[in-house]
């Protein structure tokens, strides 16, 4: 009888986490195309710094400015990562000893 209690519980718990992970894959690909195509859609690798001359009379060295630049390399990572939320969300509940 607690077998049974249990199993359903786990159940339950999965049917739950399945529909918590679907909105979330939505969400986490949604987030990394707009922040790629709003970053300015960067067909290169993703850009943490830049180098801007130095506005110090006599330097010749640059300056490394901060700036993110989101690349084709974090659009891939955020959209796979949506994938496999996805098809975690998609895969049935497995249902043991029946």
């Given at each position: ?58 330097t ?6 901060f ?21 975690l ?10």
């Open positions: 009888h607690y077998a049974l209690q249990t199993r359903d519980a786990i159940g339950a718990c999965c049917i739950a986490m399945r529909r918590l992970l679907r909105p979330a894959a939505a969400a986490l690909g949604a987030v990394g195309l707009v922040l790629w195509f709003f970053g300015g859609p960067n067909t290169g690798r993703s850009e943490w710094y830049r180098e801007v001359p130095s506005d110090r009379p006599g010749v060295a640059n300056e490394r400015q700036v993110f630049r989101p690349g084709l390399d974090f659009l891939g990572c955020s959209l796979a990562a949506a994938a496999v939320l996805a098809v969300g998609r895969a049935p509940a497995r249902r043991g000893g029946d």
